[in-house]
T-cell receptor
Framework: DAKTTQPPSMDCAEGRAANLPCNHS???????VYWYRQIHSQGPQYIIH???NNETNEMASLIITEDRKSSTLILPHATLRDTAVYYC?????????????FGEGTQLTVNP | DTEVTQTPKHLVMGMTNKKSLKCEQH?????MYWYKQKAKKPPELMFV???????INESVPSRFSPECPNSSLLNLHLHALQPEDSALYLC?????????FGPGTRLLVL
């Protein structure tokens, strides 16, 4: 599995954009980048995923560099409810279900 | 609808007890997963079921016994657990590539 590196913690002011970086320099050509978040004591929540192109949905935007060695998750207008641990995961497509290997993630704290 | 449900939400058991955790999804997903998460650590994969057959066992001790009675249900049978097995147990399901997680069962072994 390609490893990911994320900063352990970040702070963001409420209403501002939160930009969460992730390095995945050993990613293979057919591996996707996934982002999940986990609010305290809840199950992880899927946010977004991408392969090469930038992606946007109702929760966030995902920017992947052209060499695919890093990506950034953007929460355009962070709220207090976005305080959570954010996991960047490179997914290996196995033959029996898709294995997710979680790293330590980034603790995002949104401040009022 | 991307809901995965887990019961119970909380469980306290002694080391000699036998208990079961249950997970259910009605999204038609054909892969289901058990993860274990210790406090302040990321989730770790335990088991994967694909089309109701066990496809991955991450060298989990035999005191944890998974079961997939049908495509919507996934159980985790617990027997003779140790205090260090206390953790949040997460269930997930997937059809294509995206896994959807349940809220978890918080287990305390005394």
């Amino acid at each position: 599995d390609a490893k990911t590196t994320q900063p352990p913690s970040m702070d963001c002011a409420e209403g501002r954009a939160a930009n969460l970086p992730c390095n995945h320099s050993t990613i293979s050509g057919n591996e996707y980048v996934y982002w999940y978040r986990q609010i305290h004591s809840q199950g992880p929540q899927y946010i977004i995923h991408g392969l090469k192109n930038n992606e946007t949905n109702e929760m966030a935007s995902l920017i992947i560099t052209e060499d695919r060695k890093s990506s950034t998750l953007i929460l355009p207008h962070a709220t207090l409810r976005d305080t959570a641990v954010y996991y960047c995961i490179v997914r290996v497509e196995g033959t029996s279900g898709s294995r997710l290997t979680f790293g330590e993630g980034t603790q995002l704290t949104v401040n009022p | 609808d991307t809901e995965v449900t887990q019961t119970p939400k909380h469980l306290v058991m002694g080391m000699t007890n036998k208990k079961s955790l249950k997970c259910e999804q009605h999204m038609g997903h054909r892969a289901m997963y058990w993860y274990k998460q210790k406090a302040k650590k990321p989730p770790e994969l335990m088991f994967v079921y694909s089309y109701e057959k066990l496809s991955i066992n991450e060298s989990v001790p035999s005191r944890f016994s998974p079961e997939c009675p049908n495509s919507s249900l996934l159980n985790l049978h617990l027997h003779a657990l140790q205090p260090e097995d206390s953790a949040l147990y997460l269930c997930a399901s997937s059809q294509e590539k995206t896994q959807y997680f349940g809220p978890g069962t918080r287990l305390l072994v005394l």
